[in-house]
């Protein structure tokens, strides 16, 4: 799960200060404002951990990529090239705590959470170099350790701890090497010194958190007839939600069974999606079933209401289509992983933009066949119905104000800010900022103004 993220130079923002990634972290904001650059930065390191080119320090995206950020000089902050990237990521270690072991004094250091800091500059050619790399490994967000790994004012790469002490292998004064893409110290690197082999470790846990970051974008397939599919299990629901089907036929084909908390009765997956839409209000009833006996095609079929004839999902509102593939995503995805959504809420009623908060808050409470799965959700949204239903919660006590981020985003000139709103326990917002859903009540007052306007103009009218 992801604790803290902080950019900078990237896009529209110049400086987002250090963001929290609380279980449910929500982000609003004007349109254009930059809220999708934040997942978008996310992305691009996963796709460069999960790149098969070691020497590229920022895989920026192509065609087949998942997302394609252009070039580096288009992802600086007002495209200055003499401006640098850097970001911050935070991140709990799942399971056991990660440790690094000195072989040769046999010191210590464990730690539940990892950060990686880093430093990207320009080179020669415009493209993006690693002039700073810093691990800090950290115990009850305590740091017992920090590695840094940069260059100096001859540019020659180097290694420091004020923590550890690096002891060169005898002959192998040469200098160090640049990075493998932007996190891992080179296995040539690390056989320089006696005692560097745990940064490998650090490495990996790198890769594993952003691994485990998925994406669902705004715009999602339209629905279909027939669906196919032949027993594979998708890693997720897609960017588009185009899997979003298979996913619920693998998980229930895997027998996969969740609680919505603990001590609720468990539901097979595809029963579990069918009753949170029952609950949403969206349709009375939800399956996916075959079309034939043996065959790979499959068809989605709802009702509406109770009495309602079934047909399928292409012949109701777009509404459960394009909600289906958040919902899905929410509780199909791996435990301790983060999902990044934007706009969920997208093509729905009101009410049911409120009872989406619900789902969500679930998704990050609920358990699989008796374990946490420990789900983090970061969305984007545009919905104040869904705030206004994630503040009642937490005053009823069905989240605790700790497990909730909010930020409200904003354009400062060229520049995009991003401000943390303060809830307490009763679910108010301390730091209510100006136009946050617009300006209510000047539409208010100004109906007003207008009906009484009208209103005289109308008696002066009238026949006396």
């Excluded at 974008?217 to 669906?227: A, F, N, V």
């Excluded at 946490?372 to 104040?384: P, T, Y």
């Excluded at 207008?450 to 008696?459: P, S, T, V």
Aim: glycine letters at 6%; hydrophobic letters at 40%.
């Amino acid at each position: 799960m992801l604790t803290s993220l902080h950019i900078k130079n990237f896009k529209a923002w110049q400086d987002t200060g250090p963001i929290r990634l609380a279980p449910l972290t929500v982000i609003f904001g004007a349109n254009s404002a930059g809220k999708s650059s934040l997942g978008h930065l996310l992305l691009a390191l996963k796709q460069t951990a999960l790149s098969a080119d070691r020497k590229r320090p920022l895989h920026l995206g192509d065609d087949n990529a998942l997302i394609d950020l252009g070039t580096f000089e288009e992802c600086l902050h007002n495209h200055d090239l003499l401006n640098t990237l850097e970001f911050e990521l935070g991140w709990k270690i799942p399971g056991k705590e990660l440790e690094a072991r000195d072989p040769l004094t046999h010191d210590k250091f464990t730690g539940d959470e990892l950060k990686i800091s880093v430093t990207l500059s320009a080179d020669y050619k415009k493209q993006p170099r690693v002039d700073k790399l810093t691990y800090q490994l950290l115990a009850n967000s305590s740091v017992q350790l920090a590695v840094k790994y940069g260059r100096d004012d001859k540019e020659r790469l180097a290694i420091k701890s004020s923590e550890y002490k690096f002891v060169r292998n005898t002959g192998r004064g040469w200098p160090l090497d640049d990075p493998d893409k932007f996190y891992r110290i080179s296995d040539q690197s690390r056989a320089r010194f006696q005692n560097a082999e745990f940064l490998s470790d650090f490495a990996l846990s790198t890769e594993a958190a952003l691994n485990s970051i998925y994406y669902l974008g705004p715009l999602r397939e339209h629905p279909k007839r027939i669906y196919s599919w032949s027993g594979e299990t998708p890693e997720s629901v897609g960017q588009k939600g185009e899997f979003a089907v298979a996913a619920i036929l693998a998980a229930s084909a895997q027998n996969r069974r969740l609680n919505r908390r603990a001590k609720k009765p468990l539901s097979r997956f595809d029963a579990f999606i069918a009753q949170w839409l029952k609950d949403l209000g969206i349709i009375e009833s939800f399956e996916v079933k075959p079309v034939a006996e043996g065959r790979k095609e499959y068809e989605v079929v709802v009702k509406t209401h109770a009495t309602a004839s079934e047909v399928k999902i292409t012949d109701v509102g777009f509404g459960v289509s394009q909600v289906l593939p958040a919902l899905v995503q929410a509780f199909y995805c791996p435990p301790n992983t983060t999902i990044w959504m934007e706009q969920p809420e997208i093509h729905l009623h009101p009410q049911v933009q409120a009872e989406l908060a619900d789902v969500f808050i679930s998704a990050t409470q609920v358990s699989e066949n008796a374990k946490a799965r420990n789900v983090q959700l970061i969305v984007e949204s545009h919905s104040e119905h869904f705030l206004n239903r994630l503040q009642r919660r937490i005053a009823e006590g069905a989240i605790a104000p700790e497990n909730v981020a909010v930020y409200f985003c904003r354009r400062a000139g060229a520049a995009a800010e991003l401000e943390p709103l303060r809830l307490n326990m009763f679910g108010e917002i301390e730091n209510w900022p100006e136009n946050f859903f617009g300006d209510e009540m000047a539409d208010i007052s100004g109906r007003a103004l207008a009906a009484m306007q009208r209103k005289k103009e109308l008696a002066k009218e009238a026949p006396q």
